[in-house]
């Protein structure tokens, strides 16, 4: 093994967590297939039916729902890597492996009267939407309307919608001629009573079309995904009592009443719901594959594009300071956010039946903060390459739609963090305040003080917004105090995501096996942290934690760190297990002239041709 292997096998370790071999590698290769290779001239509708055809191929090539739900490491994978080439097929991959068909193994898989319908969702004859958001109920789903009312003369539930805010909204049913099972979330009403939501199989169409009783519209196209995203509803829809998803929440006496389980209805939402968790961990998991595609190749786009310096004519516009202080911190938020990412799903794991307050913050503070760092990241890139990262052959612009949709998938960001942060403010176990470094003869670069800056401002947010919360005038009202105070409150849940993937930086720099990617990762640590102690360098400054100088010195050292980082630009993009191959953008291929030459059709300009 050559040194740049040994280099190149070590980050690949850190990156994909040591599991690149047995979870990933037979994904990626499936993608070298000549049927993911870029298809300009579709219209919206045939992107779409090829999102299908793709879809349909990965289940027969990589893995069937039952395998993926069984492993989740197998489906945050499946999450990570089709998104690089089409979001639409991510997007129809992980509504049926994870939300539709998760939901029907988590509450029904092992029931032998639906085994026909289990194993038509996971042999993909059919495909299984999710249907919970609606047109008037998206970040509020617990309130939803849609009515499944149970019918005990002949064991059915009528399902339907009664009026037009309760329709569902964004779930694929604008392929009518698509057979299709949705997990459907209904209220369950029963002896004359709301026992709130649940989980229903409900058929939607078949190769005939839309069932009786099932409506469907179109919702307006949207950029880059073709798919087939409708507005829902329910006409009377008879649903046979084995349709209802209920697992240990509940169940029928012989007389048909229902007998709901131990707990409130919110808690039995929440189980209902149980599936939102994973498919955090999977939208991150694109977000996240697809920062480090964007920066793969907006690096190797800017190592071969020419530009005059003073002195220098045809220099790489890497080399330019201005273009490193770009892209080397959006190079060091991918890795602070695959190695966050990377601990969340080490924790997920461990306790995937029983998610915890601490474990479920962490998923929602992944979440929100990858997905936004990841959107920056991508912008970053785009316009770093110019016109050229406008095509979408050059896959960039693409991921930027890609990202717009993940920062509202599962949970808004920012209703999901203020809900996180609510929840930290909540607790009453926490000790002494922490105090504020003493930054006199302190090197701001120095680890340390970045982790002590950062848990200070932490921990001093949180006080001040639980103080606020609580010491408020007379007659102020729970929402006054909490509106007063959200914007700091989710500041703190911010700077806890920054702090906690900063450590995990740290230890994977930690863990390295070689000098040189220790050291790379190093620099890149200390590049991400002083990014974002920058970032609030005026709250730093006024609370005494940093000095004037040490203030006035950070563009400097930022500048000196992207030096530093400049020779190890091409390992570090390297462990990312991408290639010019499977991306298929002209402006990461080794001759990025000749490729975008050959896709756009044009002739080689000949040497001398006036």
């Known amino acids: 093994m050559t040194l740049d292997d040994a280099h190149r096998t070590d980050l690949t370790r850190l990156v994909f967590d040591g599991t690149y071999e047995q979870t990933h590698a037979d994904i990626k290769e499936a993608l070298l297939d000549p049927l993911f290779d870029a298809r300009e001239g579709l219209t919206l509708q045939e992107a779409g039916r090829l999102a299908y055809q793709r879809s349909r191929f990965l289940h027969g090539k990589v893995a069937r729902p039952t395998e993926a739900v069984r492993a989740p490491r197998r489906l945050f994978a499946l999450a990570e890597w089709p998104s690089l080439l089409d979001v639409s097929t991510f997007s129809l991959l992980m509504v049926h492996y994870n939300l539709c068909f998760g939901t029907v193994l988590e509450r029904g898989g092992d029931r032998p009267d639906l085994r026909d319908q289990v194993d038509e969702l996971d042999g993909l004859e059919s495909f299984g939407p999710f249907m919970a958001t609606e047109l008037g109920y998206g970040n509020n789903v617990a309130s939803l309307r849609t009515e499944a009312v149970y019918d005990p003369a002949d064991e059915t539930f009528v399902l339907n919608t009664p009026d037009a805010l309760a329709q569902k909204f964004m779930s694929y049913s604008g392929f009518t001629d698509v057979p299709k099972i949705a997990v459907v979330m209904a209220r369950l009403i029963a002896d004359g009573k709301d026992h709130g939501v649940f989980p229903f199989l409900v058929r939607i169409s078949d190769e005939n079309g839309l069932c009786e009783g099932v409506h469907a519209a179109p919702c307006p196209e949207k950029p880059v995904q073709g798919l087939d995203n409708g507005v829902t509803w329910f006409d009377h829809v008879r649903v046979p009592r084995r349709g209802l998803l209920l697992g240990d929440m509940g169940s029928f006496a012989d007389d048909g009443t229902f007998r709901p389980a131990a707990g409130n209805q919110r808690k039995r939402f929440l189980r209902a719901m149980s599936r939102i968790q994973p498919g955090r961990l999977c939208v991150s998991s694109s977000a996240v594959g697809a920062g480090r595609a964007s920066v793969y190749i907006a690096l190797r786009f800017a190592a071969q594009r020419l530009t005059n310096a003073p002195g220098r004519p045809d220099t790489p516009v890497i080399e330019f300071r201005s273009h490193q202080a770009a892209l080397f911190p959006a190079l060091a938020k991918v890795y602070a956010m695959t190695f966050l990412l990377n601990h969340a799903k080490r924790e997920f794991l461990t306790s995937p039946d029983d998610i915890g307050p601490d474990l479920n913050n962490l998923i929602s503070v992944t979440k929100a903060l990858s997905t936004w760092e990841m959107t920056e990241v991508v912008a970053t890139c785009r316009e770093r390459c110019g016109a050229q990262g406008i095509f979408s052959v050059n896959r ?30 909540a607790r009453r176990d926490e000790g002494p305040a922490t105090p504020a470094p003493d930054p006199d003869g302190r090197d701001v670069l120095e680890p340390a003080l970045h982790a002590a800056l950062l848990g200070y401002r932490e921990d001093s947010l949180r006080r001040a917004a639980r103080a606020a919360m609580t010491d408020g005038p007379e007659g102020r009202t729970y929402f006054d105090a909490w509106n007063g105070n959200v914007n700091n409150a989710l500041a703190m849940a911010r700077t806890q995501g920054v702090r906690r993937a900063l450590e995990c930086f740290r230890a994977a720099a930690a863990d390295a096996r ?43 050292r930022t500048d000196d760190l992207c030096a530093r980082i400049r020779p190890y630009v091409p390992m570090l993009i390297d462990g990312f297990q991408l290639s010019p191959e499977l991306l298929r953008a002209p402006i990461a291929a080794d001759d990025y002239v000749a490729a975008f030459q050959q896709v756009a059709g044009a002739e080689p300009a000949a040497a001398g041709r006036s």
């Not at 991921?399 to 996180?420: C, F, H, M, P, R």
């Not at 360098?537 to 203030?551: D, H, I, N, P």
């Open 396 to 425: 960039i612009a693409d991921y930027g739609s890609l990202l717009q949709g993940l920062v509202t998938a599962e949970g808004d960001n920012q209703v999901l963090l203020a809900t996180t942060a609510g929840q930290l403010l």
């Open 514 to 556: 070689t000098d040189e990617v220790r050291q790379a990762l190093g620099l890149l640590a200390s590049l991400y942290a002083l990014t974002e102690i920058q970032r609030d360098a005026g709250w730093y400054l006024a609370r005494g934690a940093l000095t004037a100088r040490q203030v006035e010195e950070i563009p400097a």
